[in-house]
């Protein structure tokens, strides 16, 4: 069992910056990839970004290249999302997923993921 807590959620002004920090605990949990989905009411969770268990390929959905980096801490704990340039769109909640898909480097699926966070939520305003 893998358990996944999200904190760095907030409101914040078009154009500016939030980071997203996700901690992971289990005892296997260094041996999952993790990343990020995201949500807004009324339409399906979609896939943002995933690194390797490993700290190594990355994978982003396209409306967020270049705006958004992910990354994993040493012990492979924590993964961090950090999201500059933000957009009213990127409005959400964000969900931190960890998975064994044996996808390296590339996008992930709903059903492709094993465990989810409680979410947090995210605000742009215009």
């Known amino acids: 069992q893998v358990q996944l807590v999200e904190s760095g959620g907030g409101l914040v002004q078009a154009g500016g910056s939030l980071r997203l920090s996700c901690a992971a605990s289990g005892r296997t949990s260094r041996s999952y990839a993790m990343g990020w989905f995201r949500q807004v009411p009324g339409k399906e969770r979609e896939f943002v970004a995933r690194i390797s268990w490993s700290g190594g390929p990355t994978a982003y959905a396209d409306s967020v290249k270049g705006r958004f980096t992910i990354s994993r801490d040493n012990a492979g704990d924590t993964v961090y999302l950090q999201m500059n340039s933000l957009k009213p769109e990127d409005t959400a909640v964000y969900y931190c997923?960890?998975?064994?898909?044996?996808?390296?480097?590339?996008?992930?699926?709903?059903?492709?993921?094993?465990?989810w966070g409680q979410g947090t939520q995210v605000t742009v305003s215009s």
């Open positions: 997923v960890a998975d064994r898909s044996v996808r390296i480097g590339q996008p992930v699926e709903v059903e492709d993921i094993d465990y």
